[in-house]
């Protein structure tokens, strides 16, 4: 009686939109310790605003709006022009732009925010890193040795209350595109300095666990961790108060359960559904599937540093034993496409690589070829084949690691599965480097650029390749990068960027598998989807249809 | 004399925790972690390492970790009721603690209250008559209730009530997603609720945990069941209550006698299986998306999080030594001789 | 209670040993000879995901086809394409291996412990007693995950994790029996005549004391299936894709709502079965040799 | 007289699955008459008792008959009507009365609620009657005492609070199994004259079911005697006796003289021994000298509680005493009573007071039997099973008992089972720990005589612990009396049995049940009883530790502690006023 008395209460869209996540943010300060987990991005860019953002593109076909990579608009920024000579980029900031404490957005805001990022205070440098990549003047790796280089110079410096200055350092074409990313979004400095404390100078306790005050569409109403966040309006925002009002973000673990409440139409927006479930709401009437073919992808990484994938023959022969097609049949239901390039085809400057998989006769041959007859030998590598994954996303990716496993159990490869927690799988691949084979579908370069890509991941670790986690190693593709970080012709460039992406491919230094689609579940009259490349929706955009 | 035994057990179980806090800070560091990697993340370099390893006071020797963990050192610690930082969230854990404590302890002592109420009609019945086929089949119920991981009856009664029935909530948490949560007073909704004279929330809370309530009812129900029919059969058959009837004391009289002697075993066992289901109800608070006690251990296990598991351990077990004192001391209340 | 022996016998006359004993076996069976029902590998994926069982209906036929070496999915495939009738009969094998290893060296730890501690009453073993009492004071299964973290997702650590959590329960059962063994009257009559303590222990404390061991022993068993199982629902238990029947429930759980009962239901009836079987032994048991 | 009988069973048969525990079973009480009910160990006394309410254990069944109470057949009558009836019209006082009280309720509570299920009087009183019914049973400040759990009262005190709760609503009839068994011979007395009187004076009749002779000659009128179930004979008490007569002087008192003149077996002196914390100290044994001589047999009497247990104990090397120092056999005991057991091993031996928990239930009786000596020498089974059979002759056993598991033996055959054991090793010394508590009459005297014959064929020293004095005629030369952990007199066993110098020997000697029908203890005047239930243990009080209780107190008793005095003849007493005992009782 008592269930009955109160069961499912009809949803409404009054009181605003239903989210269901798989995990909710755990910090919201992105130079805090959980910047990286794509949930806490999520928190971070509907409260916080950038300084310009890429162009409003088309609609595509399941009613999803893509950026368009080539232009860029204003935000914070209303407009600013780039002296090539002097490589100095002036923003004009707007004059009515309101943070959710009430505060006015000024020039000093920007340099707080730059300054903050060059001091390196938080838990991980993300600020810094980003205006690294950027190519921001003195924004380089002192800040770690020497204190005083944590000091921000004028390479950042307020012309006037809403103008400043961005000084690089050497010529370098990713920094309006660093601007947009969620490393760089603008803090209200006047808030931050009221919160901060004796022991945490830049208030990075406040903005992590209570919220990250800055001039963003909408501001944080509850936040409990490990269960829900939510968000209301900033009644002051300056494109005018978001449509939607209130934003509920509800942790829901099992994906199943996130499924069977948007079945039962309790919810309005479900993020990472499982294909198959996401298939089996393709025909639901009232629910929509909102898709699109953006920077996810699913890769094998086999670390050079492990033998035998020091053995490019071994590399190749397992590339080729992938059984792409099935992964695609029955890993992602048929929302995936082949993959042979090394970074996300939709990016400008990418190439296609030449790979193969799906070819198990060639990859016996070329296991014989290595040495390896019908993968005899291979058993003195035991760990070596130990296919690490995030055991977090094993709903997704543990039929797949079955059927790689099967198939290279076929050819003889003592291949078995390890999934890792995903806090201990990102230790191994960004520092430790020392994860010797893995099912990765986490890697989305946040900088639209393939070079970035590129660099992130190919490029030795000494030459910037932070994100190397197969310690690939490649004196040319080194040199490439460096003539192509400071070319600033755009056609050059991408010659250079495609050269680099096609010797990582020749070597196998990863072995692409396939770009599969980003999937959000809404219900119909969830509208104004749009995609952005850190793959957290934007509520601002989102309406419900009359 | 209950005094006494109270201060005996509060004197053991300091003992005890200091035991406790000791192994745990010391077991905890043999994991194959490196916690300092994920506080540098992305572009690291080994100096940022370095200083990440410094902010978690990794670079000192273990000893002295040891002593500013429990307050020895510079800072607080736990000798001042303070557990330190998360790692993950950076958030004091003894603040997130308090937060996802009373959640677990609501919905188990919801659980427990249940089963205990299904326990003692059931239990009657089967010992009224000792062998009989209503003894048999409560028997068989209570081995049977027990068999399976909890987690099958939470997806199976949320599959039913809610997917197919329609009668129950979603697995949304406590509240209905859009429901104002009430001022956390005593962080139990249902309570809290009440507190702030909010009726509908109230019985909002009380539909939202009635699935979870009924999972653990159900698979705790098995062994209080068992064990009450077993000391229950036990009383019935002894000198004692065959002197009451001697007397001619009316059936139900005799039954009480009988209940009441069955109680003190049955209540030191309710204790235990509250203490394991302080940790053990995780697999139900994941399927009904609690974010409770359970959850936030398995959180900070996977993620090596030290200071959270030093204080989730630590935690449980002092609740749960805070519970066997209670149920003892309510047993020495029912049995004389316990007190002694 | 003291232990009655000579009355084994008894057992096989309680029809609840009998069922319980049945179904045991019955796991025990298609641990060992389960690869033979089968010509599907339980660890090598079909090309087929999510094919539900054949209707009971095609099963005679089926069952010919299958006599002719052909390959029937009995209990259908799950949404990776393994065979689920041929998982869960080699799930069996990981489960009761664990189980019973786990049981079986918690067990032999704990109980001689137990009659030590109990028999022979020195400092040193009271300190073992109040050591058990700080190792059960755990929260279980947090503490399984934790060392499970520690020592790697194998079955091998999975075992070492609840023998830490279970050879207390037998050390301290075994000792509180030992203790009242010790102050019997036959005890003390072999004292006087002067028979040494260690053999004491040995010929009449330690045969006295581990009746209720034995019906722990059972339950036991059960608790540590249930546990594998829950450590596997939060990805703390043995890696996949071992076959294990709490992995395949949690794995198939997400299904059901998709329609799909049957990767979640066949483990899950199998795991209920076994678990419900040691546990009816155990409560035959506890009812002989008490508790 | 049929007519107004106040209880009348017919053909009243018990069952369990198709055995007969009580079979046809006809008699009838007349009012005011105390009948006894005799019958061996699992004759089926207890069951036939309950069955008289209508009541069986699980496992029983009541197939046939009628009881008839008050005019009514009780086991004819309604559930309803039955409560009524129980409690109301026919009460019982269970065997083992600490047993039968309800251990998480106050002895008041559990009276009053029998008075309100047959609402006597009115709530308000009925406090005052419990009161009333407590001090009718003879325990002191009853208010108190009301208020008490269970295990807080005394085994005699439990014992009365049973009665009082049987006797809540006036019954016409009582049922009493075995109300004394497990009583100190003391209190068990008086707890049987309070009882007697109790129900004389209402009326009452009794049934008393009991297996002692002394108890059913001194308070039954009527004798009936029941066997595996049947009743076998309904008589006067003088004519059961005048029956069983024969076989009353079984064992001759023992003839041997102590050669107290060499030098003793045993030499206790100023033994002391304590137990507990140091807040709650109980001197078990406090400075006790004794000597065994060889071929020596003493009897160590005193009631439950006075320390005999302890001192044996620590004569056999199972504890170590606190002061004072023993030599036995030349050894002396030291402090690590497990030094002292290798070096004594096998020259002394105890045997206790329950068979049954003195052999593993897991070893046959052959096993159990030879373990002290396969415990030092090497020996094959054949010869194990050799001695064991030699043993088990010694005390008269058949050899079947040499594979037997002791579940499978009679109490008094595994008590001789342990004598054998005892003896297996040819000790010097064995201490017999009330040996014969648990036996009936016949076998204890069976066990008496088979001890006899050992003391006297390989002049074994025995300490013969016992409540029963009858036994301890029949086998003891000279007797020690402890109370409160003191030895307070000793001498010749004949000397003291005729002429006791000490207050409390005596008592105990008046406390025997004799089985003189014409001699009953209930006619005689017992001016020298002792007050209250069993011994007070006052801290750290001067004086005689009995003066508490003693009716010949004066001003010196209470002051100075009397020493163990030589009262010559080998006697001696703890008592100022020893040698007017005498005079002082007679007159
Ligand atoms: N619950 C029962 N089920 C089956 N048999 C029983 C039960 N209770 C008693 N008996 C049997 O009934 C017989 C008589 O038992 P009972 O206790 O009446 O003997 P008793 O004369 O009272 O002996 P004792 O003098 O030792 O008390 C015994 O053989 C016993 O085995
Ligand atoms: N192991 C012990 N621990 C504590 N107190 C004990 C112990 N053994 C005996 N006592 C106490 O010492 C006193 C003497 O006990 P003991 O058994 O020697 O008396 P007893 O004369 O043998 O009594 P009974 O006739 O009942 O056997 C009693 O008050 C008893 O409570
Ligand atoms: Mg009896
Ligand atoms: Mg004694």
Redesign the pocket.
Known sequence: ALLLGCGSPPLTNADGLLVLTDETPTGLDYDGPSAAIPQSQTGIVNLMEPLIDYAPGAVNDSGVRIPDFTRFEGRLAERWDFDAARGVLRLHLRRDAVSCAGNPLTAADVVYTFARAKSVSGAAPIGWFLANAGGVADFDGDVFTDPAARTLGDEVRAIDRHTVEIRQGQPNPLLLPVLTTFGLLIFDSVEMRARATEDDPWSHDYANNAAPPSFGPYCVERWVRSSELVLRANPHYYRGAAPIARIVIKRVPQSANRYMIMRMRQAHVAERLTPREVAAIEDVDGLAVRSVQGNESLFLHMNFATPPFDDPLVRRAIAAAIPTRQIIRNGYFGAAVPWTGVAPSSYPGAASGAVTTDDPARAAALLAQAGYPGGRGLERYPDAFRLAYVAEREAVLGPIAASLQTALRRLGVPATLDPIPSAQFGDRQLVKKDLPFALNDQEKPVVVDAGYAAQLFFVSASAGGVNNMVNYANPALDALWARARGETDRVRRTALIQDIQRLASADVAWAPIVEYRTHWVGDAQVQGWSWRPDNALRFYDLRFAP | MIARLVLRRIAIGAMQMAALAALVFFVIRLMPADPAARFVGLGASPEAYAAARATLGLDKPLLAQFADFLGFGAARGLIDGDLGRSWVSGESVAREIAAALPITLELVACGVALAVLAAFPIALLSARRPGGGADRAVLIYGLFAGSQPEFVWALGLVFVFFAQLGLAPGPLGRLSPFAEPPEPVTGFMTIDTLLAGRFEAFSDAVAHLALPAATLAIVLSGPIIKMLRDSLGRALKSDHVLFARASGLSENRVSAIALKSALAPTLALIGILFGFMLGGAVLVESVFALGGLGQYAVRSVLAFDYPAIQGVVLTIAAVSLLVYLITDAAQALIDPRVAT | MIAKPGRRDGLFADPLFIAGAALAALAALSAAFGHWLTPFSPDEVTDIVSEPPPPIADWPNLFVAALGGEGVHWFGTDAAGFDVFARTLAAARTDLLIAVAAAAISAAIGAPLGVIAGAVRTPATEALARASDVLQSFPVFITAMVLVALAGRSWASIVLAMTLLYAPIFLRLTRAEALAVSARGYVEAARIAGVPGWRIALQHVAPNALGPALSQLSVTIGFAILLTAGLSFVGAGVRPPTPEWGLMIAQGAGQIVLGDWWPALFPGAAITLTVFGFAAMGQSLEARYGR | MAAEAALRAARLTVI?GDAK?VDAASFALSPGEIVGLV??????????ALALLGL?????RIADGAVTVGGVDLLAASPAAQRALRGKQIALIM?NARAALDPLARIGAQIVRVMAAHDVGDAADRRERAIALLAGVGINDPERRLDAYPHELSGGMAQRAVIAIALASDPLVLIA??PATGLDVTVRAQFLDALWRSARARGVSVLL?S?EPGVLANYCDRIISIEA?RITQDEPVRSYFARRAPHAQATAPAQRAPATADAPLIAARGVSKAFGSARARVPAVADADLDLFPGDSVGLIGESGSGKSTLGRILVGLLAPDAGDVRIDGVTLTKSNDATRRRLRGRVQLVQQDPLDSFDPRWTLGDSIVEPIAAHERMTRSQRRARALALLDRVGLPHALCDAYPRDAPPGQLQRAAVARALSTSPRFIVLDEVTALLTPDVRRALVASLARVRDEDGATLLFISHDLESVRGLCARVAVMYLGRIVESGPAAAIFADPRHPYTQALLAAELGEDVDNRRIDRPQPHDLAGDGPVRQAAAPGCALAPRCSYVEARCRTDAPPLRDLGAGRSSRCWRAEALHTLRTS
């Open positions: 369990a525990i019958g061996p160990s699992g004759s089926g006394k207890s069951v036939l069986v254990r699980p496992g029983l065997q199994d075995e079911a297996q179930g």
